[in-house]
Structure formats: structure tokens, C-alpha cells
């Protein structure tokens, strides 16, 4: 196991807890401590103690970023105010002119700040259907200087084949970053298969608890990190030390989550799609979902995400959601609690028209957060929720 300190050697869950994190040296305190101060003494001008400024680094994020870094198996973290942040912070590393190679089924918020903010400094960006490899090969330019990759993708739970795009990219000298927020780093490692850099969206299933919003970069490659830790301290996306410890402590019971999410996701899935109310289930854990086999071979389950058509359209999709009583209608995914949503009208609605019947996402189109409580009571929801929906 090697050095205490050194968790490097250990399995997931011990890294899910322990991952970046020493008892309180001065008090012996086992939870790191909130370091709720903006600033550091300085005993000369330039001489202190490793810290000056709370949005250049505090030691509670510290902590934080070693724990993230830990559990996708890298070497380097900076923890952000929310996943948009650190979009931000990687889109903000490039240079007006540079082109990125982006998924055509991303978060809406990923897709609005490509489309409508960092398109006007001059980036270029193409959405292309990364379950296509040869048309992700035929979408790199001259000047393309990163792919972003979405997957397991938000909502339509397309599956991108991330070692084979990575290597796609990585001989064309293309940097990659997989989102991981879907999978998370307890079922999918996008670093060991290739990519560059893995973001969050912490404020899903690594916090957990629908409390904390938050975001991260992890990587291997210094330089990479240097260009988000310098574009994090010019831009202020920092988070407080209040949410990177209760980030911290949602991570801690990330794994005995996730195979629950897992569990209850994969008997919903079984369920709608034997129901004759509902059109068609994508979840990449059937049989029937066109990228299984990529699914199987590099995550380990297939996560608490499903998507689903009901029968009827507008209509029967509103009176199913105004008619769930243990799921919750709200925006966001990933907490202990099941949440269901209208990407057209709720996550996803920046998304151009068009751009979202291509990709399906109809007004009969619904996501669901599967959450942990008994399967049987979600069931029972989905049930008595799907005989309203029918008029
Ligand atoms: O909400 P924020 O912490 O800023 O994270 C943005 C984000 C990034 N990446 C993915 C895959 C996401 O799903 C999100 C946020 N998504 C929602 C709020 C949602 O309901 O889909």
C-alpha cells in the first residue's frame, strides 16, 4: 500500500475517502476544516506558508483537488465554482482562430457557452456525431486544437467511443476532454484510455446530494495544467471552501451510490421499456441501446441516466410529469434523490430547434435521474405516473 499518505496504490473506495486528505495536523481533526478566510499571513513580503490568496488556492480546495485527482487516477486537479466554470477555464485556455471539435449532443449550458460567448472571441466550433468515428476524423482541421466529448451525453445518452477518438486525437496533436460528470470516475477513466483532460459537473453525482454546485479539470499533463490554473486565478471561477468540503464529503460514498444508482437505473430501464405507454427507453445498459457493446467495454456499469419517449407527445409527457410523487421535477441529476425533466423545455432549451429534433429530443422526450431509494417505490411512481399520461 506504500505510504500513508500515499493513495495512490490503494482501490477506489479507499481513494473515494482518503484521496488528498491528512488528519488536521494541529488538532488531529479527521474531516478537513473549512478554511473560511480569503486570505494568509505573510511573515515577510513573498515568505508564508504555501498560501497568499483564497482564489489563487485554500487548503480546503486543496484537499478537494487531491481527491479528485485521485480518483480518476491523476496527477493534477483544480476544483471549480460550478462545471461551467471549468468549461470556461478550458475554452478561456485557447486562442482566438482555434478550432475544437465538439459532440453534437452536449449539456445545453456546454453548448451556449461555445456558441454564444466564446464564438464572439473568436473560436471556431463544430458539433459532430461522435458515434461516428470516421466523421470525427473527417471534422479535424489544421487548426483544431481540442475535441470535446461528452459521454455517456446529456440527454440522449449517446455512447462515444473515447479510446478511439483519443486516439484519433492524439495523432493529430489534438488535445481531448471527456466530461466525465455522467459516468464518473467510479465507472468510466477517460485518462487510462487516452484523453487529456476529464471536467465535472461536481454538482452531480460526485456531490451527490443536490446541495453543493461545483465543477473540475483533472489531467496528467503539467502544461495543461498550469494554462486552467492560470486561467482559474485571472477569472475568479474559484469555489468557497464550504462547497469544496461538502464536495469532499459527498465523494466519500461515491461508490456505494453509484452501484445503487446503477441497481435501481438498470430495473427502471427494464421496466419503462416493457411499457406499452412508453415509445422507446435509451439506456446504455440494454440490449437495444445501438452503442451497448462501447458502453460495456469501457465504463464498468452504466449509470443512473435514462431517457425515455411516452406515448402521446406534449400532452402525455405534461401530465406525466405534473404526476410523479417520488420523483421530483427539477433540473440537475445525480442526487440521492430521483429527479425527472423536459430537456426540450427545461435543460436543453438553448439548444437550437432544429439542432434538438435532429437529435431527438422531441416534446415527448424525458430524462430521468434514477436516485437511490427502493426500486419498487420508483416503479410504482413510473407506473401510476404512466396511466395518468395516457388521458
Ligand atoms: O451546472 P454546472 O455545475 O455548471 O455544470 C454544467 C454541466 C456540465 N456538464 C454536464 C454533462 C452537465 O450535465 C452539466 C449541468 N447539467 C444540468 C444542470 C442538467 O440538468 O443537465
Redo the contacts with the bound molecule.
Keep these: 500500500m506504500g505510504l500513508k499518505s500515499d493513495w495512490t496504490k490503494t482501490g477506489f473506495a479507499t481513494r473515494a475517502i482518503h484521496g488528498g486528505q491528512e488528519p488536521d495536523p494541529s488538532t488531529g481533526a479527521i474531516m478537513t476544516p473549512i478554511f473560511q478566510t480569503s486570505t494568509f499571513v505573510q511573515e515577510s513580503p513573498g515568505v508564508f506558508k504555501g498560501y497568499e490568496y483564497s482564489r489563487t488556492s485554500n487548503p480546503t480546495r486543496v484537499a478537494l483537488e487531491g481527491n479528485l485527482a485521485s480518483i480518476e487516477g491523476a496527477k493534477y486537479a483544480r476544483a471549480f465554482a ?4 471549468a ?1 470556461a477555464a478550458i475554452l478561456g485556455c485557447l486562442d482566438p482562430g482555434d478550432h475544437v471539435l465538439c459532440g453534437d449532443d ?5 453548448f451556449r457557452l461555445m456558441d454564444k460567448v466564446y464564438r464572439r472571441f473568436g473560436l471556431e466550433f463544430s458539433y459532430v456525431d461522435q458515434t461516428d468515428l470516421a466523421a470525427v476524423k473527417a471534422a479535424i482541421r489544421p487548426n483544431t486544437k481540442l475535441c470535446w466529448i ?1 459521454t455517456p451525453t ?2 440522449t445518452l449517446k455512447v462515444a467511443d473515447i479510446e478511439e477518438i483519443c486516439s484519433l486525437c492524439n495523432a493529430a496533436g489534438v488535445a481531448s476532454v471527456v ?1 466525465n ?2 459516468a464518473t470516475p467510479f465507472l468510466q477513466l477517460p485518462l487510462s484510455l487516452g484523453a487529456t483532460m476529464v ?6 453525482y460526485l456531490g451527490g446530494h443536490s446541495d453543493v ?3 473540475a479539470v483533472i489531467t496528467n499533463d503539467e502544461e495543461w495544467m498550469e494554462r486552467v490554473q492560470f486561467i482559474l486565478n485571472c477569472m475568479g471561477g474559484n469555489p468557497g471552501p464550504q462547497d469544496c468540503f461538502l464536495t469532499m464529503r459527498g465523494i466519500k460514498t461515491l461508490h456505494v451510490r453509484m452501484d445503487r444508482h446503477c441497481d435501481n437505473a438498470e430495473k427502471c430501464a427494464a421496466f419503462l421499456e416493457s411499457h406499452p405507454g412508453v415509445s422507446k427507453v435509451i439506456y446504455p445498459g440494454l440490449a437495444s441501446h445501438p452503442q451497448h457493446d462501447i458502453a460495456a467495454k469501457q465504463m464498468k456499469r452504466f449509470g443512473g441516466m435514462i431517457s425515455f419517449h411516452v406515448v402521446g407527445g406534449l400532452e402525455a409527457a405534461r401530465r406525466f410529469l405534473e404526476s410523479v410523487q417520488v420523483f421530483s421535477l427539477a ?3 445525480g442526487g440521492v434523490e430521483s429527479l425527472i ?1 423536459h430537456p426540450a423545455i ?2 436543453h432549451a438553448s439548444v437550437p430547434a432544429e439542432a434538438r429534433e435532429a437529435l431527438g429530443i422531441h416534446d415527448d422526450f424525458i430524462r430521468l435521474s434514477v436516485g437511490i431509494e427502493e426500486a419498487s417505490d420508483l416503479i410504482e411512481d413510473l407506473e401510476q405516473a404512466l396511466a395518468k399520461a395516457k388521458g
Excluded: I, Q, R, W
Design positions: 460550478s462545471g461551467s466554470a468549461t452536449v449539456y445545453g449550458g456546454s461528452e446529456n440527454p466530461d460528470t455522467f471536467a465535472h459537473s461536481t454538482t452531480k454546485v461545483g465543477g433540473e440537475s441529476l425533466e427545461m435543460t
